[in-house]
């Protein structure tokens, strides 16, 4: 699945909502604006140059002749750590599994932040393949202004449990409070003290979580020329919200939280959003060991900076777990085995990602290729069973 669409059939693009879709501004030809009809707003009629040509349109093909790395599979069986249930119909589902095969994922972590009926329902719907998929459920969160709150919560976890969960996520805290899929808790944060007993039992209970904190650093900051990722920046703004805590007070939150709970692991999505900052990243992983990261959703922000982000992976390589958190297309696949293993420079994907810079891959060595495609996600996994 393509960035843009995600956003459209997330419902979050509510500004994207009427611009023409990027693949169709692609597909015109360059000498668009001199086949404009009149009627056509007048920027439309000039000749196309630097003046008329807008940031989102840009879609400059790479002149190096240097070789392409096609990686249709990924050199060891992966564990993709951050999915969704988007494989709707059993025929879906199967196709989903077809793809798998044929890419190399061995298994897919579904975090359906769900509770309920319907966690039920996604479990059922995935029951055809327990070895390929695996469930992980939300939190209810309801009452959780009121005296009392903990026990209902609790009590659910331990009922998806039962019928399947292994895990929970995606628990959102992007600086407004928590929130599990529909469930949320405005102003309540990870490490406030009413979610202390609540953490607690998913370490009893042997269920990680996969905990999004904060969001890319682009989207706190100002909507202008100097913004660096613009073009997601501006759909999935913050800057504009009130009372947000922001990136860096998110980590210390995550941190306070992780130093609360050591029996309980937990995993940060999409690098704690520190992939601006790996050099932050790792002082965290290493202050906290119930830590692991995941690499999903931050390809083309790491791409642009090869050596740095080589020599990261290299340094905490047992920390960072595979994932994609993109749909279940074929090439959504394939890019994301080209920037981990490749050693291509300045090629684009902005259908995929939306930014216009070009990308770089990482060319991971074999060991560290094995341990984030696999090795740490299935310690993380097997780690469970020796618990309750
Ligand atoms: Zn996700």
Redesign the pocket.
Known sequence: MKRRSFLQLTGLAGLAAGVPSAAALGAAPEHEAKAATPGKAAASQKPASPETILLKDYRPKSIFKIPITEVAKARYPVIDM?S?PYAKTPQQVDEWVRNMDEVGVAKTVI?TMSTGAAFDDIQRKYGKYPERFEMWCGFDLTGYDKPGFGPGTMKELERCKQVGARGVG?IHGKGQGLRSGKSSAPGMHPDDARMDAIWEKCGELGMPISL?VADPIWMYQKMDRFNDGLMNAFYWRLDNQPNIVDLSGMIDILERTLARHRNTTFVA?HFANLDYDLARLGEVLERNPNLYADI??RYAETAPIPRFAAQFYEKHADRLVYGT?MGFDKPMYHITFRILESLDEHFYEIEQFSYHWSLNGLGLNDAVLKQVYHDNAAKLLASRGQRA
């Open positions: 951050h969704h975090l995606e999004h999505c999903s959703a958190d």
